[in-house]
């Protein structure tokens, strides 16, 4: 099954002391992009986080965002900083010996002075915390592949219609293209025979003629390799996997062959038919940008 390369996955862990929610939303690029947006604590995992990603996603531009609700206050401790709180009661009797002051400091205003109580964070534990994210973000990889996936196959259909309609323009050239021939002969014969009056009609000159002029505009390996370039790509299509750089390649090559056939073109009608040819080729172009 082909991917798209756009998508989005989500999803969330919930536990006695936290929660952890990851999104993951993806679209178009040619290599694997990945943008990282997370906690301060998280950035310890970043490498863990960037290899499990890539048993989901093998190429495009990859925004991840991980949000985590810690709940009460368990992972918070309250530090008192006895030798700070003993400067400052040192530095005020310093003042009220040197003012004549009295010393009316109590415990109750020493304990609301900067830094002598503070709040800390407690050290995490590592393999805890990565165990909840490990799972949240299996969860949404496996939302993430599930909407790609769907959104391929949409892209699957919709590229095996444009390439029946580029086979019936191939088919419409080869069947045209014979008919040319007998025209410009038939159009060639009828000029000569004007020109010399009731004289007699080289045939072997009129064949000559007829032999470099369809030299000339023959596109039978063009038309070859087209549909053998269209074949390859249904193929691919079916095989699935991350096929988008090979799709693209294959439809440089089909976009090659029809250059060369507008090129050679000598004909109103394949000339239109060509330039068709080469619009739904394009249109393939463009939508094989979105596959992985």
């Not at 401790?77 to 040192?90: F, M, P, T, V």
């Not at 580029?166 to 419409?172: E, K, S």
């Amino acid at each position: 099954m082909i991917k798209s390369m756009t998508g989005f996955g989500r999803c969330e862990i919930a536990e006695e002391n936290r929660k952890i929610t990851i999104e993951i939303k993806t679209v178009n690029h040619r290599y694997l992009d990945v943008n990282l947006r997370m906690p301060k604590k998280f950035g310890v995992f970043e490498n863990n986080i960037r290899s499990l990603l890539k048993e989901y996603i093998q190429r495009g531009k990859v925004d991840l965002y991980v949000t985590c609700e810690d709940y009460g206050g368990e992972n918070l401790a309250l530090k008192y900083n006895e030798n700070l709180a003993g400067e400052y009661l040192k530095y005020f009797e310093q003042m009220a010996e040197r003012f004549r002051l009295e010393n009316d400091v109590t415990v109750g205003m020493l304990s609301r002075y900067p830094e002598v109580f503070t709040m800390e964070h407690l050290q995490e534990d590592e393999e805890e915390l990565w165990s909840i994210m490990e799972k949240a973000l299996h969860g949404a990889g496996r939302q993430l592949v599930g909407t790609r996936e769907e959104e391929g196959e949409n892209l699957r259909r919709d590229l095996f219609g444009k390439l029946e309609q580029i086979l019936t323009y191939v088919d419409f050239i080869e069947e045209r293209s014979p008919q040319i021939l007998k025209e410009y002969r038939e159009k060639l014969q009828s000029k000569v025979l004007e020109f010399l009056a009731d004289q007699q009609v080289d045939e072997g000159r009129l064949a000559t003629e007829v032999t470099i002029f369809a030299d000339k505009v023959c596109v039978d390996e063009e038309i070859v390799r087209l549909k053998s370039h269209v074949l390859a790509m249904k193929e691919t299509l079916l095989a699935g996997g991350s096929v988008g750089r090979r799709l693209d390649f294959i439809a440089q090559e089909m976009n090659r062959e029809a250059n060369t056939i507008l090129s050679k073109a000598n004909d109103i009608k394949i000339s239109d038919t060509g330039i068709n040819l080469k619009t739904d080729i394009e249109k393939v172009r463009e939508q094989i940008q979105n596959i992985e």
